[in-house]
């Protein structure tokens, strides 16, 4: 009985670890040499469903102290998106708030409390996924901050470049499918993410 028991135990044992991971990824970031903040990115799995979660800060002055923090909240489900939530504060105020959330075979878009034209189409890779899966054979992918579609170009060597709708260029560098490196255009200044070892 004991023994049977035991056996239970393993093949539970076995198949929860299979429908439940996780993985945190940590990154310093770099402006001209120097660390002005770090970001976490993580992921859970239970069955089919994933949340992948990411928090920044960035501090920097430029005439004035500039502190910045980025949250975002990303909801896959069965490879789809199926909820998007990002908050940027700048200084501590409310700078940026955008939600996505699939609803009858669409998608609905919130941006700044402002209703934006819904997405029809099914979305399977959006921006926070560039840091866990390496994007081999994707041309697009969904900016979960903007409500809207970003184009992405393989430089070969495990290096790609996004491009946004304003024309603003990031280049990922991975390794082992992992983001291990990025170079992003913030608008007020570029700076570097290099992944913690």
């Not at 941006?111 to 081999?136: A, G, H």
């Amino acid at each position: 009985m004991i023994l049977y028991f035991f056996i239970l135990n393993l093949i539970y044992s076995q198949n929860n670890s299979e429908l439940n991971s996780n993985k945190i990824l940590l990154y310093d970031i770099i402006y001209k040499n120097k660390n002005i903040g770090s970001l976490k990115a993580t992921y859970s799995t239970k069955g089919d469903k994933t949340i992948y979660h990411t928090s920044s800060t960035i501090g920097i002055k430029i005439i004035k102290q500039i502190d910045v923090n980025y949250t975002y909240e990303v909801s896959m489900e069965n490879n789809l998106l199926k909820k998007a939530n990002v908050d940027i504060l700048v200084n501590g105020k409310q700078h940026a708030k955008t939600n996505t959330h699939w609803q009858e075979n669409k998608y609905l878009i919130t941006k700044n409390n402002k209703v934006q034209d819904p997405i029809n189409t099914t979305i399977k890779y959006s921006t926070i996924l560039l840091y866990f899966i390496e994007p081999m054979n994707i041309t697009k992918c969904y900016s979960e901050q903007d409500g809207s579609f970003n184009s992405i170009t393989s430089l070969g060597n495990h290096t790609y470049k996004k491009t946004n709708s304003k024309g603003k260029e990031n280049n990922y560098t991975y390794k082992n499918g992992i983001l291990e490196s990025a170079i992003v255009d913030g608008g007020i200044i570029e700076f570097e993410m290099k992944l913690r070892h």
